[in-house]
């Protein structure tokens, strides 16, 4: 199974901005579609944003316009780049392998807080 680190998560006022990074642990996420994904407490865990091999960016509609998807190929790293937030968009993120992933799919990493409070 693949591993993935999360990182970047934090505490943030309304409006403000973080950008949180996803590398694989011991293996080249270069050849591989990256997405992240977000729980809030008390919610299924959603799809935020996907980025193809190729470079081609997909966002769920609740953050389309705000957050940014991207990867350095030579760093092994994608990033999210979340701008304008809302408490909404408080959560834990992880990243995976694909745009969706099926719901019985278990092997999460422990993924990166991010609290939008005042």
């Known amino acids: 199974q693949l591993q993935f680190v999360e990182s970047g998560g934090g505490l943030v006022q309304p409006g403000g901005s973080l950008t949180l990074s996803c590398q694989g642990s011991?293996?080249?996420?270069?050849?591989?579609?990256i997405g992240w994904f977000r729980q809030a407490p008390g919610e299924e865990r959603e799809g935020v944003s996907c980025i193809s091999i190729s470079g081609t960016t997909t966002y769920a509609d609740s953050v389309k316009g705000r957050f940014t998807i991207s990867r350095d190929n030579a760093k092994n790293m994608v990033y999210l780049h979340m701008n304008s937030l809302k408490s909404e968009d408080t959560g834990v993120y992880f990243c995976?392998?694909?745009?969706?992933?099926?719901?019985?799919?278990?092997?999460w990493g422990q993924g990166t807080q991010v609290t939008v409070s005042s």
């Open positions: 011991d293996f080249r996420i270069n050849v591989y579609t």
């Open positions: 995976e392998t694909d745009c969706k992933k099926d719901p019985s799919f278990n092997a």
